[in-house]
């Protein structure tokens, strides 16, 4: 079971409606994606499972939702106007740019993707960060309206740390979840939505006394790895990559990255894996650099532009400290893409006819459950299953669809992963019963109307 690559996701994406291009009609934008119909509710379903796992499952994590423009000082403190690069060089035959660190070598030299040459420039940093102004008089040269679009959501996490605590009276260990739009301008983005400028994130800052952050970083990996089995994932698919010292943020203690095989058509079994999400111990280096006492090794304060102390003091120990972090990140885009990867398999009918079938867990279909009308030019039978779609609809998501025959209606909601299809049939004007099909097994069982409702409710948990 999987998609054998990512260009059997693409292809079912856009033809099922889960994502297209974006602005197609006018030749498109490098990797920009808009999300369709389906994609927009399986993306839904997936932020959904994160948000109730954290935030309402558990007792020690509150919610926000920060701004994405921020004051330019948030950029400057965290280190992003300085640090947040990638290292750029051009090939000099055939004008592609290209990420160094993303590149092969041949005899010690770096080879360019696109044409295979080694006449490549020299690495130079190239900031991510989109830069954007400020004011109805503002303009591109006016350095005091200079602003960016967040790179991440994490730093409107931490400026709101001080907040956060004293609105909700938290107290150590906490976390603070955030589900958002984040902006990178990549070098090379691509690999339809697995590498894309503008994105969402779901990140959470977890805050903990300095001496617990090793365990608490350990335990984060461990519920991380359930979650995403709980969407259904494969362990066979997912594997550890510790970072070593040299990859390492500036800010970071200990980051283990959790992989997805995104190519398994790769030769190079190494190439088929890249990151799904990662999960950082940034100890607490957001929290001093954001605050306005701490002085470095010459007695001069870190940040003389901030108004807050974002310490912590706990009144059991009369303590004031700064908080590690531990933050687990994770992409909304390669989530789902993950997701239908891995829910994606083929299956043989009874003619000998090879369809796609989408295995997603029930909670994440975008589709619960399709009402069919065997004959849709019977007006008796159109007007009963219209009226169990909308009986339905309150406790699922459901759909009405007459627009083909009963086998093509069951091969595009096989492929769209809606798990259970309801048809309507001469017999149910006689015994007022339906005929039900679980999309896993292809098997049909004959359920009354009245118990409809209470038997999908039951198999759809």
């Known amino acids: 079971m999987g998609a054998p690559n990512i260009d059997t996701i693409v292809s079912l994406a856009k033809r099922r409606g889960f994502v297209f291009p974006a602005s197609d009609i006018y030749g498109g934008l490098g990797s920009s994606w808009d999300y369709g119909p389906l994609g927009v509710e399986l993306a839904n379903n997936i932020k959904k499972s994160w948000w109730n796992w954290l935030v309402y499952e558990r007792d020690d994590i509150e919610g926000l939702d920060s701004s994405i423009i921020q004051n330019r000082l948030v950029w400057k403190y965290s280190g992003h106007e300085d640090t947040f690069s990638d290292p750029l060089v051009d090939c000099r035959d055939c004008k592609t740019r290209l990420r160094e660190d993303k590149l092969d070598t041949a005899d010690g030299k770096f080879v360019c993707s696109n044409c295979g040459s080694t006449n490549l420039t020299e690495s130079r940093p190239f ?105 259904g994932i494969s362990s066979a698919n997912l594997k550890h990559y510790e970072q070593s010292k040299t990859e390492l943020a500036h800010y970071s203690e200990r980051t283990v990255d959790i992989l997805y095989r995104f190519f398994p058509e790769r030769e190079d079994v190494d190439k088929q894996w890249d990151e799904l999400m ?146 309507v049939d001469h017999e149910t004007l006689e015994d007022n019963a339906v005929t039900v099909r679980d999309r896993d097994t292809w098997e049909q069982e004959r359920i009354g109307v009245g118990e409809l409702e209470s038997y999908l409710a039951e198999r759809l948990k």
Request: proline letters at 6%.
């Open 278 to 423: 990662g999960i950082a111990n940034r100890t607490d280096y957001d929290l001093r650099v954001h605050s306005k006492k701490p002085e470095d090794s010459e007695g001069k304060r870190i940040n003389p532009d901030s108004t807050e102390d974002l310490s912590y003091f706990d009144p059991q120990t009369n303590e004031r400290f700064y908080p590690y972090i531990i933050e687990p990140s994770v992409g909304v885009n390669r989530t789902l893409l993950a997701v239908m990867m891995d829910a994606y398999e083929e299956r043989t009918n009874d003619k000998g006819e090879v369809r796609g079938v989408l295995r997603l867990k029930p909670e994440l279909a975008p589709i619960k459950v399709a009402v069919l009308p065997l004959a849709k030019n019977k007006p008796d039978i159109v007007e009963l299953a219209r009226k169990i779609k909308r009986d339905l609809q309150p406790s699922m998501r459901a759909v009405y669809d007459d627009t083909g025959g009963i086998g093509k209606l069951y091969a595009r909601q096989d492929e769209i992963g809606t798990p259970f299809c309801v048809t």
């Open 127 to 231: 900031n991510l960060m989109f830069r954007t102004t400020v004011g109805a008089a503002s303009s591109d040269d006016d350095e005091s309206a200079l602003a960016y679009l967040r790179p991440e959501t994490a730093q409107g996490i931490f400026t709101n740390f001080a907040n956060v605590l004293n609105t909700s009276r938290r107290k150590l260990p906490f976390g603070i979840a955030q589900i958002g739009k984040a902006f990178r301008n990549e070098v090379t983005p691509g690999n339809f939505i697995f590498r894309t400028r503008e994105f969402e994130q779901m990140e959470l800052e977890y805050f903990v006394r300095p001496d617990a952050a090793t365990a608490a970083h350990q335990e984060w990996i461990d519920d991380f790895d359930a979650w995403i089995g709980s969407l």
